[in-house]
Structure formats: C-alpha cells, structure tokens
C-alpha cells in the first residue's frame, strides 16, 4: 500500500475517514485501482497488490469506522499489515484530498435541515477541494456569510446573481436605475414579459426571491454618477460585480478609487460580440484598474484614442450585440470565481488578470495584470512593500 503523492502528510485526526463519495474508487484491471475518475488534476491510479490490500483498505474507509477499527480489520485481512502501514495509507489518502470525515458536522445555528438539503449537491462539489481543518460545510457556511453587489442588473449582471442566489451566497444587493425593457429579455433571464416597464432592480428581487427564499435580497435604484456613488456600492459589502459598462471608462475608474478606499475586491466584466472578458482586483495584491489602463495605453497604440471616443460619444449603447449564451457563459463563470474569492477554495483564476473568451472558437486566453509604481491609484502600497521587502 505505498501510493507515493506528491504532497504534505496529512496531520488531521479523523474520527470516521471515508472516501469522498465524489472519488469513488473502481479496479480497472492490471492491479490498477482509478480513483478521482477523470477529473483534471484529481484523478490518479493506485496499485494493488497481490492480496487486494489496496482496495480492502479502501472498501474499509466507508466513514462507519475509526482508524483503529481500520487497522485492526486490515491486520485480520492479513495479517503482514502493519499498524503503521495502515496509518501512512491512510495519512497519504487524506493529504492527497481524497478523503474526508464522516463525523464533520455543520456549524450550530447556521443552516437549517432544509438548507442542509438544498444545498447537499454544492456540499458535494465543494468536496473536491481538500483544506484541512476547514470542512464542506465551512465553505458553504462561509457563502452563507457573504454579502455581494451586483451592479448593474443586464445581461451578465442577472446571471451571476442567479447563480450566487443558487449557489447560497448570505445577501446579494442590486443595483440599477433602469426599467425592463422588451429588447433586453433576449439574455436577461431573470425577466418575462410581464415585468417591462418594472424596475429592474424591483423585478430581479422577485425572481430571486422565489429561486432561492434564504438568500437575503437587497435593492438599490441608484444610477452611479460618481464617486461617491460609487463608494455607495462598496459599502458593507464583500465583493462587488461591475455588470454595468457606463460611463465608458468612467464607472470602472469610480469603482476603483472607492474598492481600494474600501479594500474591498471586484470584478468588471462584459462582451463585445463575439469577445467576452472579465477581470478580478482584489486591492492591494493584484493590478488596479488604473495599473491595467496604464499598460494598455503603452502597449496598445489605438487603445487611448479609442477609449477617448467611446466616453465623448457612445453615453448610450444603441447597439448591444449580446445573447443569452454568452451574458450566461460570462455570468456562470464570474459567479464561480467570486465564489472561490469568497469560500477561499481556491485562487480565483481572474484575480489580478484578464480571461478572454473567443465566442467563435470557444477558446480561453489570460492576460495578467501588473502592479505599477506609477500607478496614481495604489503606487503608494507598491513603494511601501518594496521598501518593506528590502529591510527584510
């Protein structure tokens, strides 16, 4: 039974270690055991050997046993297995995220049994991701805490919200000054018919609402004209979704000044036809709006101009040339990256750098973003750390 991952032992003390139910092990034959199935950077081979000790030892983590109870059925399996054996086993299995602790309970007084229920597919999925001490129910819980606003309730804006609201995230508040139209129902999916001329932010908040009844919905008719409006979508929240793209230039440079007043990350997004974009900033460790544009101004000869023309001319988007599919595929993806940034499962993939989908080949590309000592937004913190690093 030596598995040889390449990763740290595991040092926690399981009460009842089981097999995460989402790797289920399967013999393929050749004294070959698949666990991970194909999952990208999960899934692995684990040789048996001539006794099936491997695969014994595994159909023992069912979660209904103790480690000692493991040890001293496989020492009955045969009983050349020792004590020892058993327990690196079962350290390497858990260090390598394959395991996981059938007595884990959720934290008192946060979710309720119908919660629980709802949310047991998530529970599943946020399996896959191994962080010792914390637990499934930590990062729903986490989730659960959370409070996030969307600006701008539109295409991309009303799928992310549907999927947080789904997802379970704690308070989504909405912000958005205009009313529905008939021409936006072709991507906007929280809207029918019967919601034109409704407030936007009044008709998501209905929707929502009946998606998913635990997810605390706040509203806000708040067109952002400045700074301090912008400060406005900052306040007391956690994270904060820029759907909305006017201004040109503008909004994200009101955004920016206030996300960083305010530490807060945030993300901009948006489609151009057939290019869709976002970008994370979480302040004061990755690229600000600012370090982006100044980059972009230098590298890009057409982009300044560009920029100039689009705030001078185009206030009012009269042609918006986005489906339901891509303000989804947009959507779906900023939503999970938000929820890696808020659970802490992951590094959010966009923090600090720009994914660019190419809706024709259906391809995905990244640019990163650089932080900058000229940068007239956060060149200051720049300066600090590099003085800091250079007493160390």
């Not at 039974?1 to 050749?30: D, T």
């Not at 904060?240 to 530490?263: F, H, M, S, T």
């Not at 057939?274 to 982006?292: G, I, K, Q, R």
């Not at 001319?313 to 339901?324: K, T």
Request: net charge negative; with cysteine.
């Amino acid at each position: 039974m030596i598995f040889n991952f390449c990763s740290q032992r595991y040092k926690e003390i399981m009460r009842l270690p089981r097999v995460k139910p989402v790797f289920l092990p399967v013999p393929v034959g050749n004294g070959k055991i698949r666990i991970g199935g194909i999952d990208l950077g999960i899934a692995a081979e684990l040789d048996d050997d001539e006794n099936g000790c491997t695969r014994r030892l595994l159909e023992l983590l069912d979660g209904l046993r103790t480690s000692d109870d493991i040890v001293r059925l496989m020492h009955e399996f045969d009983p050349t297995v020792t004590s020892a054996d058993v327990m690196d086993a079962i350290d390497e299995l858990a260090a390598a995220g394959y395991l996981e602790d059938a007595a884990d309970d959720p934290p008192p007084g946060v979710f309720t049994a119908r919660e629980l229920e709802r949310y047991r597919r998530n529970l599943e999925f946020l399996s896959h991701f191994h962080q010792p001490s914390l637990n499934v129910y930590d990062y729903q819980a986490r989730l659960h805490a959370s409070r996030v606003t969307v600006l701008g309730i539109g295409g991309f804006g009303t799928f992310v919200s549907l999927m947080l609201a789904a997802f379970g995230v704690g308070e989504l508040h909405l912000v958005d000054f205009d009313t529905v139209e008939l021409i936006n129902l072709n991507r906007q999916v929280l809207y029918c018919e019967a919601d034109v001329g409704r407030y936007k932010v009044d008709a998501a908040a209905d929707q929502l609402s009946r998606v998913n009844p635990n997810v605390r919905i706040t509203t806000g008719r708040t067109k952002v004209d400045g700074l301090e409006a912008a400060r406005d979508c900052c306040r007391d929240a956690d994270l904060v979704v820029c759907a909305a793209d006017r201004p040109p230039g503008k909004i994200y440079e009101w955004l920016n000044q206030a996300a960083l007043e305010r530490r807060v990350p945030w993300v901009r997004g948006g489609s151009a036809g057939l290019t869709a974009s976002a970008f994370m900033h979480v302040p004061y460790e990755t690229a600000c709006y600012d370090c982006v544009q100044l980059a972009l101004y230098e590298d890009v000869p057409w982009a300044a101009p560009h920029a100039r023309y689009m705030a001078e001319h185009l206030e009012d988007r009269s042609v918006n040339p986005c489906v339901a599919p891509v303000a989804g595929i947009l959507g779906s993806l900023i939503a999970m990256e938000l929820t890696k940034q808020l659970t802490g499962i992951e590094t959010p993939a966009i923090a600090g750098r720009r994914v660019v989908c190419d809706i024709r080949r259906m391809e995905f590309s990244y640019v990163d973003g650089v932080r900058r000592p000229d940068c007239p937004s956060c060149a200051v913190a720049v300066e600090s750390a590099a003085a800091l690093a250079g007493q160390s």
